[in-house]
């Protein structure tokens, strides 16, 4: 059973260009969260979805930045426009269906976005 | 705000000596899970604490929760150079939502 995976790894971005990032939760997972780590800190929580729903993107900036998981296909976070604070690590991470609150959740490898 | 503080930011001790980390929140928690972080790596997930007053053990690791479920503590005996990396606790406040609320870490270093 393959873990969660996220490309790419490492983006490099110039400001004002866009950045994808997508997520494949592990099989059988139906929760994706996203997390930005900035060097020498610590995780923020940036937005829970489930299939084709948003359930809580209060920690989404409320420009430049958007996520989906669609139907199909793995879920994306993307950021317009990027300016160089947006560089850091984005990390994915997907938990089974149940009640989501006493769920473990597993992280994907991350992506590196450095913008510049 | 749901704010989850972690102590000390930075520990370094010598192999063989014991190991620290605390985590306080500001409001009760429905649960605390604790993370491991290596350099250049991705968050793995050692535990979950559920219950007032919760202790469980993992070999070497002792993790517990306190009775208020406000606060919790990872304890490491006898570290090993293995045990390098970034621990985070992880505070969920339950609801609708699962979203994690995380520590700053605390960054072990261990010497041989």
């Known amino acids: 059973n393959a873990g969660v995976m996220q490309n790419p790894r490492h983006l490099v971005r110039r400001r004002g260009q866009e950045a994808r990032l997508r997520c494949s939760p592990m099989?059988?997972?139906?929760?994706v969260y996203w997390y930005r780590q900035l060097p020498e800190e610590g995780l923020k929580f940036m937005v829970y979805l489930q299939k084709e729903n948003i359930i809580d993107e209060s920690g989404m900036p409320k420009e430049r930045f958007s996520a989906e998981f669609p139907k199909e296909g793995p879920s994306i976070l993307r950021i317009q426009q990027v300016v160089r604070g947006d560089s850091a690590a984005y990390f994915c991470?997907?938990?089974?269906?149940?009640?989501?609150?006493?769920?473990?959740?597993?992280f994907g490898p991350g992506t590196r976005l450095t913008v510049l | 705000g749901q704010q989850v503080m972690q102590i000390p930011q930075y520990q370094h001790v010598q192999e063989g000596e014991d190991f620290t980390t605390y985590c306080n929140s500001s409001?009760?928690?429905?649960?605390i899970q604790w993370y491991k972080q290596r350099p250049g790596g991705h968050p793995v997930f050692l535990i979950q604490?559920?219950?007032?007053?919760e202790v469980k053990k993992q070999k070497r690791l002792t993790f517990q929760f306190g009775e208020a479920k406000k606060n919790s503590s990872l304890h490491i005996t006898a570290t090993q150079t293995t045990d390098v990396g970034t621990y985070f606790c992880a505070g969920n406040y339950g609801g609708a939502t699962n979203k994690l609320i995380f520590g700053t870490g605390t960054l072990l270093a261990v010497q041989p």
């Open positions: 099989k059988g997972h139906s929760h």
């Open positions: 409001t009760t928690l429905s649960n």
């Open positions: 604490l559920v219950k007032s007053g």
């Open positions: 991470a997907s938990s089974p269906p149940g009640t989501p609150s006493y769920n473990e959740q597993f």
